[in-house]
């Protein structure tokens, strides 16, 4: 725990944000606009120097260009410096402002080369006389989704290793060649956030032969050979961190769902946020009593590397590991993670937890308001605006301070500005009994190579590595030294190092398998890996018995592409490591045995000297989950209807037979559904139901799932729908049959899909607009409202709202009246829209008011509507939950369909939101400001009775 204190600082706008940092730091204003716009990511380099990427054409097609600050020329990469020591940015300059920048995610600056993350490429600029211009500009990689989207290319680092690191969310496809021809192919059913993201692909395939799936973590060589997944399934992991014994920590999206969460990352892992193989979301993958948290990452599937620390609502963003003792020991391993939604940045103390990490410990570290969750100053930050700080990114510097980016606005990500002026702040925060000063680093001595090793900037380290590297075996004596830091994460940069010093470093590194941390042995098996990968069975046989559980588990990842041939006993050595419950070491495994499931069953049958499956261990039970070899259809079954078996285990017997995508085990599972059993057999009702629209589809073709899987059918409809879009009939024929159309709900989606795709005249526009805004359905007519009313709708205006007097009580009655419908508060209410519950932790007044007058500029990613018409004439308005052979539709008010493709006429996503706005809703101003009072207020333990 630490002790916080209040730090009040104006700056030259006018406010004055609170800023909560431990009691013995302090925060300053470093820097703020107009030194730089809008930041986006920062770097450090080896003179102490922030770089900045700025975005201030951010999505300029939601913003009108007039009223916002734009850059015609492109977006902008700084370069701020403290010239005088005082603590104070007091010279900025323009390294660069491209066309080709829009939007740029991401900066990482290694030696020469400043390396720009903007989808849909990774650009680097090489400045090679050092006068803070390119000389050159390379576009690196290119292919990535999410151009001008949150969920696009994110920012690089170097690792450890010397490779390059990046993240990418999951805005795809990704369709990305490297220069040596490999190519990475990453999608999921997710589309939209922009214009520019039209379309994606699920279930491609990498020419590893692998499936990634959604956001991914990847690294490749400085030359742009050697691509390589790290892990894969996020949604969006905006930035990924390195540690120096190689371990990733990320943070990741929700769906506005209280699912944010901070995670250690499993190399091979699936993060697990869509399918497998990313054909559905996790809205069709929810089972009958998971929780939102639950299903969101997909935690009782096997395949899915552990959750981490899941803490609600919020907008995460830049993460880095401060490994200095600049601040104090105190704060030295603490996982500094920024979430822009609810003004902190977090402050983690991993502690090994088996084979991975418990994120139990949280703090929050740098905050703009005074605690958490619970006991927030609305009165003050409606003067103050203390929640528009929105800390984008966090890095160390050389100095040891921690520097953090303020993208300062009231609404975060996936919308409009609504700071017009594109204000920005760099915060610094320091001991408050010492000054910190960025040294002076000698690259061409070894020492000042070594300095820039053991710096607090993780990429000015790379520049220390290299030169090193280079130096071979005249190193050696220096770089031995290090190890007898009494700072762990300084000795892991030595054994990185010692690995790549020719034989005799690697003789070094070969007796650090032997070293009394865990952490340290980790290290020196993944330094050697990478550099000795013809001796990896030998050195996975030595380790295959530690007795760390996350050195096991780096023996089992290293073991995946080997065949099982060649490592059948050790995989069976980890395997009597398992000890039944630790889900890290088990998903290890599960990685390790990747296609090799089928032939290590009966070895592990009889190596187990397995019984009845309904006497199977733990340590079986969970492997047999894991694994789920078509083979164990059987047994599972036997467990699954073993009534002296505690609940969980036969659920969890029915999860593992339900991901067997063979004929057996559909028929087994039909038995089970046939057990007079309720509880079971209901679940596997549901299994039935739900596998019918994929892995068993071909095997239940004979099987009648329960009614209401299709919207009712009206043949007539396709008919007519074809004639009004006949350009070679008669306009009055045409008109006729669109009036006839305009008459029904059906009819009404079908003319708005035809508007939507630019196949109806304007003359019938014209002459069908008032029958389409004669639905009497609320959601529907908001959307004919969209399409068909052109009346001034200014009388709403948050201006003018804000001015006015609220009341929350009358607010919570307009809520429960009008919104839960969609939303949930507290306990109550649907889950189609984004829970409510914590709101007041993501947005201001301004920002709530703002969602609420104009929903289709705060359009959730993964919200947006879609309208399919299906062959039988039905027509369909919500949200697509899954994409492919089989499609998964959710309608405005829960229900969900499932039709195969081929039924489909058309489908389209829409550039709208399916929330009515006030107008629609028959709400005045005064119930906008009543219900956004309401909706600022602590509303976690509300009840709403409807």
């Not at 892991?492 to 590194?509: F, K, M």
């Amino acid at each position: 725990m630490f002790l916080f204190s209040c730090q009040e600082k104006r700056d030259s706008s006018g406010q004055e944000p609170l800023l909560y940092v431990p009691d013995d730091l302090e925060a300053t204003l470093w820097a703020e606009s107009p030194m730089f716009y809008n930041p986006t990511n920062i770097d450090v380099d080896i003179r102490g120097r922030i770089w900045v990427t700025e975005a201030v054409n951010y999505r300029d097609f939601n913003n009108d260009t007039s009223e916002h600050l734009n850059h015609p020329e492109g977006d902008r990469v700084m370069i701020l410096e403290d010239t005088d020591g005082d603590g104070k940015a007091d010279s900025s300059k323009v390294f660069v402002q491209d066309k080709d920048l829009v939007s740029p995610l991401g900066i990482a600056v290694i030696g020469k080369k400043v390396i720009v993350s903007c989808s849909p490429s990774v650009i680097v600029y090489t400045d090679e006389d050092g006068d803070d211009h390119p000389d050159k500009k390379e576009v690196f990689l290119t292919g990535f989704g999410g151009k001008d989207h949150d969920h696009g290319l994110h920012s690089g680092i170097a690792g450890p290793d010397g490779r390059w690191y990046f993240s990418a969310g999951n805005a795809g496809p990704h369709i990305v060649t490297d220069k040596s021809g490999w190519t990475l192919r990453a999608g999921s059913v997710y589309a939209g956030g922009t214009p520019y993201n039209k379309e994606n692909k699920p279930a491609m395939k990498s020419d590893d032969g692998r499936i990634w799936t959604g956001g991914v973590l990847f690294s490749v060589n400085p030359d742009g050979t050697g691509l390589k997944v790290i892990a894969h399934n996020f949604r969006n992991s905006y930035e990924t961190a390195a540690d120096s014994y190689g371990n990733f920590w990320q943070n990741d999206n929700d769906d506005e769902v209280e699912s944010c969460r901070t995670s250690w990352v499993m190399e091979g892992g699936s993060a697990g946020y869509f399918s497998k193989t990313g054909i559905r979301t996790w809205r069709a993958d929810r089972r009958p009593g998971q929780s939102i948290q639950t299903a969101h990452w997909h935690q009782e599937d096997p395949g899915v590397m552990p959750v981490g620390d899941v803490y609600g609502a919020g907008a995460p963003t830049g993460i880095v590991v401060n490994e200095s003792d600049a601040l104090g020991k105190t704060y030295r391993g603490l996982l500094l993670s920024a979430d822009a939604g609810r003004n902190t940045i977090f402050g983690y103390r991993p502690r090994p937890s088996g084979a991975g990490y418990d994120l139990s410990d949280r703090t929050p570290f740098i905050a703009s308001t005074d605690t958490d969750d619970v006991h927030y100053r609305w009165n003050a930050m409606d003067e103050r605006k203390s929640k528009w700080f929105r800390p984008s990114d966090v890095a160390v510097g050389t100095d040891g301070a921690i520097y953090v980016a303020d993208w300062y606005d009231p609404i975060v990500g996936g919308h409009q500005m609504v700071d017009k002026k594109g204000y920005g702040r760099i915060y610094r925060i320091v001991p408050k009994d010492g000054k910190l000063k960025s040294p002076v680093i000698d690259l061409g001595s070894i020492q000042g190579q070594i300095q820039a090793l053991l710096s607090p900037a993780i990429n000015v380290r790379n520049q220390g590595f290299v030169l090193l590297k280079a130096g071979g075996d005249k190193v050696l004596p220096d770089v031995k030294k290090i190890l007898s830091s009494d700072n762990p994460y300084h000795r892991a940069r030595a054994v990185w190092l010692l690995s790549q010093l020719g034989s005799a470093g690697i003789g070094e590194t070969e007796k650090l398998l032997q070293d009394a941390n865990a952490d340290i042995r980790v290290t020196a098996f993944r330094a050697l890996r990478q550099a000795q990968p013809a001796q990896l069975l030998r050195y996975a046989k030595q380790l295959s018995g530690d007795k760390s559980p996350a050195v096991r588990r780096e023996v089992a990842i290293a073991l995946r592409d080997v065949p099982l041939d060649q490592c059948q006993d050790i995989l069976l050595s980890l395997a009597d490591g398992f000890d039944g419950k630790d889900p890290a070491y088990l998903n290890a495994l599960g990685i390790a045995l990747q296609g090799k499931e089928a032939a290590f069953y009966p070895l592990l049958l009889s190596h187990l000297h397995a019984g009845a499956p309904e006497s199977w261990s733990p340590r079986l039970s969970g492997l047999v989950w894991e694994l789920h070899p078509d083979a164990a259809a059987q047994a599972l079954q036997s467990r699954a209807t073993d009534k002296q078996l505690p609940e969980k285990d036969r659920k969890r017997a029915l999860t593992a037979l339900a991901f067997i995508p063979d004929r057996e085990a559909a028929d087994d599972m039909r038995t089970i559904a046939g057990d007079k059993d309720g509880r079971i057999a209901g679940l596997a009702q549901w299994w039935l139901k739900f596998r019918k629209t994929n892995d068993w589809q071909a095997y239940l073709k004979d099987w009648k799932s329960p009614p209401g899987d299709l919207p009712e059918a009206h043949p007539e409809m396709l008919k007519l729908r074809r004639q009004v879009a006949d350009t070679a009939l008669p306009m009055k024929v045409r008109m006729a049959v669109a009036n006839q159309l305009a008459l029904s709900p059906d009819g009404r989606l079908h003319l708005v899909a035809l508007m939507d795709g630019k196949q109806l005249p304007d003359a019938v526009i014209e002459q069908i607009g008032p029958k389409m805004l004669k639905a009497d359905d609320r959601n529907i007519h908001a959307l004919m409202d969209r399409y068909f009313n052109t009346s001034d709708t200014a009388s709403y205006t948050v201006e003018a709202i804000d001015k006015l007097s609220a009341d929350a009580g009358k607010g919570k009655l307009l809520f429960m009246s009008n919104c839960l419908v969609c939303h949930k508060i507290g306990t109550t209410g649907n889950e189609i829209g984004p829970d409510l519950t914590t709101i007041q932790t993501r947005y201001d007044k301004s920002g709530i008011l703002e969602s609420i007058v104009h929903p289709d500029a705060a359009v959730a990613f993964g919200s947006e509507p879609y309208i399919i018409t299906l062959k039988n004439g039905a027509a369909l308005y919500g949200l697509l939950l899954s994409d492919g052979p089989v499609v998964t539709a959710m309608d405005t008010y829960g229900k969900q369909y499932i039709m195969e493709s081929a039924q489909i006429e058309s489908k389209r996503r829409l550039n709208t939101t399916i929330m009515p706005s006030p107008r629609h809703m028959s709400l005045s101003q005064n119930d906008v400001a009543n219900i956004a009072a309401f909706l600022l207020q602590n509303n976690k333990d509300v009840t709403v009775n409807k």
